[in-house]
């Protein structure tokens, strides 16, 4: 029997939820309230969310305008289901999303909304440049993470993810990421791949990228680096895609990450914070002459939800100036150099700072490390998490809208959370 009382008992999770569930083992407690940069548990204890639900909840929790938003639509029985029929709320959403994103960046893109996750956004892009070129191989890069379906498995690097497959991951080829070692020239190997016709690989349908890697350790690629992999894709007539799933909608500095770099992609997937309220959506931007999808010939049951519309058009307002992305970029320069002094108190620890805007984190080199680092800082009221393949980064995602004072709280206990480690 299970126990009955008004608070929920943790065994109910590890008797009737399957072992695959992973961070509530990290954060053991039932939590119960959220909003802004702050959780609370059923038993009270406040925690400061430097999380943010992975990245898909860069304006935090339980946003005001989103809320009343998505009550109003609600209580005026605006549909939620429609698969991909025409409504109000895709109407309000591809408008905003045209006028607010695109325009401004000079951006000319067809949208399609796949199913409502990352993964869904990078299948159909794999699919679409196949379609497209008729060829079958995609190049991606280590310590890539694009999803957990099949297909972005295949273009996914973390070995322990890929083995969940249980069959083998082909028609793709992994590269050195930039600046992989410190040893390997991997645009000269990417060019060499594509000209040389007795490399062994097939020219490739496309290739694809995040301009930071966040699972794969806050890993970021230079400038120069995004921008000869475009030039040698046009030269090749290779589709580049970018992944900015986790890095996008703001996380870096600016709505898409790539654009500091002045990338062009020709196909960009964007979900987690997309939704604005943490309701699951996703789209795929199309290079217009690129859209030969025939009709349903890519679909799914949940493809274009109304009430992530509903938020996600809401949540572009933060986007009308740039006053929103000046913020994140002083908060991550803020955070930067918050972390490097860390970094300097504990140089027994040789912890480096990497990431971009307000997606960052500290390697340690000592296994396991980073992983104690997240177990004390919980301990203290701070949600955290690792990355990289050997768990080996201690990653900070704050949500965007964080102000000074939690940024302060939260850094003072990661503190105190290394030196417990240490």
């Not at 940069?37 to 005001?64: M, S, T, V």
Request: net charge negative; with cysteine; proline share 5%.
């Amino acid at each position: 029997m299970l126990p009955t009382s008004d608070k929920t008992d943790m065994s109910v999770f590890e008797k009737v939820e399957s072992e695959v569930r992973s961070y509530c083992r990290s954060f053991p407690t039932v939590f119960e309230k959220a909003r802004g940069y702050k959780l609370w548990d059923q038993e009270g204890r406040e925690f400061i969310d430097f999380f943010a639900g992975a990245g898909a909840l860069n304006y935090g929790h339980n946003d005001p305008g989103m809320k009343e938003k998505l009550i109003e639509y609600l209580s005026s029985d605006g549909i939620v289901h429609s698969l991909d029929m025409a409504t109000t709320a895709k109407a309000d959403f591809l408008k905003k999303f045209k006028e607010i994103i695109l325009e401004p960046r000079g951006l000319d893109y067809k949208v399609m909304f796949p199913g409502p996750t990352g993964t869904n956004t990078v299948e159909s892009a794999l699919k679409l440049a196949r379609k497209v070129t008729g060829r079958d191989t995609v190049i991606s890069f280590t310590r890539a993470f694009h999803g957990m379906t099949l297909g972005s498995l295949s273009v996914t690097g973390n070995a322990f993810k890929r083995k969940g497959a249980g069959i083998p991951l082909t028609n793709a080829v992994s590269l050195p990421y930039d600046q992989y070692d410190g040893k390997v020239d991997s645009l000269t190997l990417l060019e060499r791949y594509l000209e040389d016709k007795g490399s062994g690989v097939d020219l490739p349908a496309a290739v694809i990228l995040e301009t930071v890697q966040g699972e794969g350790g806050i890993n970021v690629a230079s400038s120069e680096w995004l921008k000869q992999v475009e030039q040698i894709c046009r030269r090749q007539g290779v589709l580049l895609i970018v992944d900015d799933v986790q890095a996008g909608c703001g996380r870096t500095g600016t709505f898409f990450s790539f654009e500091p770099a002045g990338l062009q992609p020709d196909i960009v997937c964007l979900s987690k914070s997309l939704g604005g309220y943490g309701v699951p959506f996703a789209i795929t931007l199309i290079r217009p002459d690129l859209d030969t999808w025939a009709p349903g010939e890519h679909n799914g049951t949940f493809r274009g939800h109304n009430l992530a519309f509903v938020a996600a058009t809401e949540a572009l307002r933060y986007w009308e100036t740039d006053e929103f992305a000046q913020e994140i970029r002083r908060k991550g320069e803020k955070t930067r150099t918050a972390l490097e002094d860390i970094t300097a108190k504990f140089p027994d620890l040789k912890g480096e700072v990497r990431g971009r805007g307000l997606m960052l984190g500290i390697e340690f080199p000592e296994e396991g490390f980073a992983e104690k680092v997240c177990e004390e800082a919980f301990k203290r009221g701070l949600i955290m998490e690792t990355s990289g393949p050997d768990s080996e980064v201690a990653k900070l995602l704050p949500p965007l809208i964080i102000d000074d004072e939690g940024l302060d709280k939260g850094l003072a206990i990661l503190e105190k959370s290394i030196e417990a480690a240490a």
